[in-house]
């Protein structure tokens, strides 16, 4: 077929007729010997009608056609082999297009199931957080509700019976004054100053501010600000009050002073105080992330340990005790008599159910047992309590 083509384009361009047999085979022609290549060629045309041939020389016509049909091999070979590298580009590049899509594909994919996965863990803990709040405050009312209807019923009680008496002091005070009601003029102030941006109040040359007290706002941990403030409260009530222990609270970063360096480190934090002058002594315990409350009860011979996670630190205990032994020894210049001392951690006290509210529970502790009376609050009362809290600060002044 190739030689085909080429006879036809030689007789396009006029070329004088002849045999083709003649021309292929004429025994005077003086060429090289023919390979393979030109008997194949000489046998496939050798059957075929005349053809138009040119004219020139038999020997230049064979050299003529040898040529051609190498130049023609050659060229359909480059031709089909750059053809061939070209498909192959076009299929590796078609290949790595669709490997790229594919992982593309994947990876949006797996980043969209994430972050459908977060949102869903997100909302569902914002959930959860929503419905623990919900909780306490009913938790909160029904208490409150409960002890409204306790004294309407002992109230009527006493009415019926006549002669006998309600003890109506204990009760009151229990529902009123350990648990007095939030006005909405108290929740004006601390609105106002939880939107202030100066300092909100002083209390023996400790500062709150906006940030301290948004601490106790939701399910925020108290900072050491907080804490310390609120057990300058207490000490502030106890002096100003003729009927209440005399109490000294030390500051949060005492027990961890004291842990670190031992009594030469805190020696001098007593400089001009005289400890054994007090009934009791309150220290703030923190843990890292854990806020505990010790109680050094110098009238009662015993030091107590609050934890509102019922965790026990013998630790802290002996710390504490030795603690005495050298304050005394160093003030007082003698050996302090341990006899009939009890240490251990109190037993029966309530409990956080959450993760947050450990500084709440040590403040309450503190201002209760300072007062020598029983602790009897749960974890439905945090909300209410951290908001009293904030009135109490701003207030500079414990309303119960």
Same mark, same amino acid.
């Given at each position: 077929m190739k030689y085909q083509r080429l006879l036809e384009q030689l007789s396009v361009i006029g070329a004088p007729q002849r045999n083709?047999?003649?021309?292929?085979? #004429?025994?005077? %022609?003086?060429?090289?010997?023919?390979?393979?290549?030109?008997? +194949?060629?000489?046998?496939?045309?050798?059957?075929?009608?005349?053809?138009?041939?040119? +004219?020139?020389?038999?020997? @230049?016509?064979?050299?003529?056609?040898?040529?051609?049909?190498?130049?023609?091999a050659s060229t359909s070979t480059v031709k089909s082999s750059a053809k061939d590298k070209s498909i192959l580009g076009q299929t590796s590049m078609c290949i790595l297009r669709g490997l790229n899509q594919s992982s593309l594909g994947h990876e949006l994919n797996d980043l969209e199931s994430w972050h459908h996965e977060f949102m869903q863990k997100y909302n569902l803990k914002k959930r959860f957080g929503q419905i623990e709040r919900e909780k306490e405050n009913l938790r909160q009312q029904l208490y409150r509700q409960k002890a409204r209807n306790e004294l309407t019923r002992l109230e009527s009680l006493r009415e019926s019976l006549g002669d006998l008496s309600v003890d109506e002091v204990v009760l009151r005070s229990t529902v009123s004054d350990e648990f007095p009601d939030i006005t909405e003029e108290m929740e004006d102030t601390i609105n106002k100053s939880l939107r202030s941006r100066?300092?909100?109040?002083?209390? &023996?040359?400790?500062? %709150?501010?906006?940030?301290?007290?948004?601490?106790?706002?939701?399910?925020?941990?108290?900072? #050491?600000?907080? %804490?310390?403030?609120? &057990?300058?409260?207490? &000490? #502030?009530?106890?002096? @100003?009050?003729?009927?209440?222990?005399?109490?000294?609270?030390?500051?949060?970063?005492?027990?961890?002073?004291?842990?670190?360096?031992?009594?030469?480190?805190?020696?001098?934090?007593?400089?001009?105080?005289?400890?054994?002058?007090?009934?009791?002594?309150?220290?703030?315990?923190? *843990? +890292?992330?854990?806020?505990? *409350?010790?109680?050094?009860?110098?009238?009662?011979?015993? %030091?107590?340990?609050?934890?509102? &996670?019922?965790?026990t630190n013998e630790g802290c205990l002996r710390q504490l005790r030795d603690y005495i032994v050298g304050e005394y020894k160093d003030k007082k210049g003698g050996a302090f008599d341990l006899t009939g001392w009890q240490y251990g951690a109190v037993r029966g006290i309530p409990h956080q159910m959450n993760g947050s509210d450990c500084g709440v529970f040590a403040c309450q502790y503190a201002q209760i047992v300072s007062k020598r009376r029983k602790i009897d609050f749960d974890q439905s009362h945090m909300p209410y309590f951290r908001q009293k809290m904030q009135f109490e600060i701003v207030s500079c002044k414990l309303i119960t």
């Open positions: 083709l047999n003649d021309t292929l085979f #004429d025994k005077s %022609i003086h060429a090289p010997e023919a390979t393979d290549l030109d008997r +194949s060629l000489s046998r496939s045309t050798y059957s075929s009608k005349e053809h138009s041939v040119s +004219s020139q020389s038999p020997s @230049k016509l064979t050299m003529s056609l040898y040529s051609a049909s190498d130049l023609d100066q300092v909100i109040t002083e209390c &023996m040359r400790l500062e %709150i501010t906006a940030a301290d007290l948004s601490t106790l706002c939701g399910l925020t941990w108290l900072n #050491d600000q907080v %804490i310390n403030f609120y &057990m300058n409260l207490i &000490m #502030d009530r106890a002096e @100003k009050s003729k009927s209440l222990p005399k109490v000294y609270c030390f500051h949060s970063f005492f027990y961890t002073r004291l842990c670190s360096a031992g009594y030469s480190g805190v020696r001098r934090w007593t400089k001009k105080v005289d400890l054994f002058s007090h009934e009791m002594v309150i220290l703030p315990v923190h *843990l +890292s992330v854990h806020w505990c *409350l010790a109680v050094i009860d110098l009238k009662e011979k015993k %030091i107590d340990y609050y934890d509102s &996670m019922g965790g």
